[in-house]
């Protein structure tokens, strides 16, 4: 049973402190609007704005809804419906005790598109980033009908993507520790309970090139979403639960099915780079992408100006030019730095 109840009057106070800490990077005519999915009793909270043809965006770890707040308003100006999904363990979306592992997140998915009435013969659009990409992925993969077309950033593919063995750089470990601290069981809690503000600080600091678009008002609006009850221990499930055995044993299977429609994938200049397009490019028959360049200023890249993993937030501009005009590349080159698929409303 599906329940959907608009909840811009009646949303809970944490919904609308993060509705006026994003205020700033959207005007009012955005009219953004909360509302809940109940979903076999999973409370699943999202936001909408604008009217288009919709896309629906998904956020990653350790953020929520909010991460997208830059690129909804420019979608919106694009003649685009958004919608922001919080899944499950997300912002103020319910924290089950289970249901992490990307078999039940997809079809989590696939429930909320009908039950939103965004199930359509075609399929919709959908843009997801970090842990976002590995729903949207398992998604794409057990309901390629549900999707048009799809955009991946900044991730691996679990079971899929090769991690190297033995102990890491110092640049690496940087950009890959959370896969092993994130698995333990209850050391992580036990670690951060209390702590959760400075340890998104570090996390927010340590993986972004520019750390300055994640501001005080969006940490702090992070801090107290993961610090509510379940929080934390919801966004550990999702690696403990997809790289246990019963995981990557769901994602053996999810690699034997190919992604049938176009793929944009996408990682920062100072992040994943050119691996997630190159990981995706084995799974799918029409993927293109690569990494997010630095804006040029004078002909010449300023260093400030990489984009590193957060990229909703680090590169709204960027990432947004490239889901908007994408289609600007000759069509059947396989492997570009942008994909052949417009995602401007037609």
Same mark, same amino acid.
């Given at each position: 049973?599906?329940?959907?109840?608009?909840?811009?009057?009646?949303?809970?106070?944490?919904?609308?402190?993060?509705?006026?800490?994003?205020?700033?990077?959207?005007?009012?005519?955005?009219?953004?609007?909360?509302?809940?999915?109940?979903?076999?009793?999973?409370?699943?909270?999202?936001?909408?704005?604008?009217?288009?043809?919709?896309?629906?965006?998904?956020?990653?770890?350790?953020?929520?809804?909010?991460?997208?707040?830059?690129?909804?308003?420019?979608?919106?100006?694009?003649?685009?419906?958004?919608?922001?999904?919080?899944?499950?363990?997300?912002?103020?979306?319910?924290?089950?005790?289970?249901?992490?592992?990307?078999?039940?997140?997809?079809?989590?998915?696939?429930?909320?598109?009908?039950?939103?009435?965004? !199930?359509? /013969? @075609? +399929? #919709?659009?959908?843009? &997801?980033?970090?842990?976002?990409? =590995?729903?949207?992925?398992?998604?794409?993969? $057990?309901?390629?009908?549900?999707?048009?077309?799809?955009?991946?950033?900044?991730?691996?593919?679990?079971?899929?993507? !090769?991690? /190297? @063995? +033995? #102990?890491?750089?110092? &640049?690496?470990?940087?950009?890959? =520790?959370?896969?092993?601290?994130?698995?333990? $069981?209850?050391?992580?809690?036990?670690?951060?309970?209390?702590?959760?503000?400075?340890?998104?600080?570090?996390?927010? !600091?340590?993986?972004?090139?520019?750390?300055?678009?994640?501001?005080?008002?969006?940490?702090?609006?992070?801090?107290?979403?993961?610090?509510?009850?379940?929080?934390?221990?919801?966004?550990?499930?999702?690696?403990?639960?997809?790289?246990?055995?019963?995981?990557?044993?769901?994602?053996?299977?999810?690699?034997?099915?190919?992604?049938?429609?176009?793929?944009?994938?996408?990682?920062?200049?100072?992040?994943?780079?050119?691996?997630?397009?190159?990981?995706?490019?084995?799974?799918?028959?029409?993927?293109?992408?690569?990494?997010?360049?630095?804006?040029?200023?004078?002909?010449?890249?300023?260093?400030?100006?990489?984009?590193?993993?957060?990229?909703?937030?680090?590169?709204?501009?960027?990432?947004?030019?490239?889901?908007?005009?994408?289609?600007?590349?000759?069509?059947?080159?396989?492997?570009?730095?942008?994909?052949?698929?417009?995602?401007?409303?037609?």
């Amino acid at each position: 049973m599906s329940i959907i109840v608009k909840a811009s009057t009646v949303a809970a106070a944490a919904t609308l402190l993060a509705t006026s800490a994003v205020a700033q990077n959207t005007r009012s005519s955005d009219q953004i609007e909360h509302h809940i999915a109940t979903i076999d009793g999973t409370r699943f909270h999202y936001v909408t704005a604008g009217t288009g043809a919709p896309v629906l965006l998904l956020p990653g770890w350790p953020e929520s809804w909010i991460a997208w707040r830059k690129v909804l308003p420019m979608l919106v100006s694009a003649g685009r419906s958004v919608v922001v999904l919080d899944p499950r363990g997300f912002g103020e979306s319910d924290k089950p005790a289970g249901g992490y592992d990307l078999d039940t997140a997809a079809s989590d998915l696939h429930r909320f598109l009908e039950a939103a009435n965004l !199930a359509s /013969a @075609g +399929g #919709i659009d959908i843009v &997801a980033h970090d842990v976002g990409t =590995w729903i949207a992925h398992a998604h794409a993969v $057990n309901y390629p009908a549900d999707v048009k077309r799809l955009v991946v950033t900044e991730s691996n593919i679990p079971g899929v993507t !090769a991690f /190297a @063995g +033995g #102990i890491p750089s110092e &640049a690496a470990n940087l950009k890959s =520790w959370q896969f092993a601290f994130n698995r333990l $069981n209850d050391l992580p809690e036990m670690l951060i309970q209390g702590r959760e503000r400075a340890y998104l600080t570090w996390i927010f !600091a340590t993986k972004s090139k520019r750390s300055y678009a994640i501001d005080a008002a969006a940490i702090e609006e992070y801090a107290g979403q993961y610090s509510a009850p379940g929080a934390m221990r919801a966004g550990f499930a999702w690696y403990r639960e997809n790289f246990d055995a019963a995981g990557l044993e769901q994602a053996k299977a999810r690699a034997a099915k190919r992604l049938t429609m176009p793929v944009l994938a996408l990682g920062g200049s100072d992040g994943v780079g050119d691996a997630l397009r190159a990981t995706v490019a084995m799974l799918g028959d029409r993927v293109q992408g690569g990494p997010i360049a630095p804006r040029q200023r004078g002909g010449q890249a300023v260093p400030i100006d990489g984009c590193g993993h957060f990229l909703p937030e680090e590169c709204p501009d960027e990432l947004t030019e490239a889901i908007l005009n994408s289609g600007n590349r000759t069509r059947n080159r396989p492997t570009v730095e942008r994909s052949d698929a417009t995602f401007r409303e037609r």
